[in-house]
């Protein structure tokens, strides 16, 4: 009496990169967009405030991200073009687009955490309003803006490594956009005119032929 055993196959694991490449791709744009909306919407956000003397006066002084540093905005900007340009280049350029997407993000944290404690820019305003070039802001204090920037920049970071990663198994623009070939589609023979037909004259006349075929 012969007995069967019934192994299971094993599994296929075929389909395994390409799941990944789909869920790394997900988790990319979803980080790298929100990293960019976050490091610009805090950038234009009070980072610090404190006070200048002014005719014996204490007035109020604030500054905003982009006045203490104008790095996080502009690399949330660089960060979203690579983020897109990631799809329209392949094997090198895809490389080096999304070392650059990981390198704003990064620029975007350190910039956003080295401002975080700087006074400069309300000393700059301090001057300006008391009209004392040495003035300097009293009663500094700072916001968790700063913070938040860099959060922005840390999710961007993680987009661009993740396109270094996986960046490989996702997909490129359509071939069709990048095909620049000059040759024109050949145009479509007119149809012979009907001499008893009023409306195939007429066209013919349109199109600069003679319809009576001489």
């Known amino acids: 009496m012969e007995y069967v055993t019934a192994v299971p196959h094993p599994r296929s694991e075929a389909g395994e990169p390409t799941r990944s490449g789909r869920r790394s791709l997900a988790v990319a744009l979803l980080f790298g967009a929100l990293g960019a909306a976050v490091a610009l919407l805090a950038s234009r956000q009070r980072w610090a405030e404190g006070t200048a003397t002014v005719a014996g006066g204490a007035f109020p002084l604030t500054a905003r991200g982009s006045d203490v540093t104008g790095v996080p905005a502009a690399l949330a900007i660089v960060g979203l073009a690579a983020l897109v340009a990631v799809f329209a280049v392949r094997r090198a350029g895809r490389f080096l687009v999304s070392g650059l997407l990981a390198l704003s993000g990064a620029g975007i944290a350190a910039a956003a955490l080295l401002g975080a404690s700087d006074g400069s820019a ?60 000059g040759a024109e589609r050949p145009r479509r023979a007119p149809k012979p005119v009907d001499p008893d037909r009023p409306e195939d004259i007429w066209k013919a006349l349109d199109r600069g032929e003679d319809p009576t075929g001489a």
């Open 122 to 181: 309300l000393d700059e305003k301090a001057a300006e309003a008391s009209g004392d070039t040495s003035a300097t802001v009293d009663a500094l204090s700072h916001t968790g803006w700063p913070y938040v920037a860099a959060a922005g920049g840390v999710l961007i970071l993680v987009a661009g490594l993740l396109a270094l990663r996986y960046g490989r198994l996702w997909p490129a623009m359509s071939g069709r956009y990048e095909r620049g070939t």
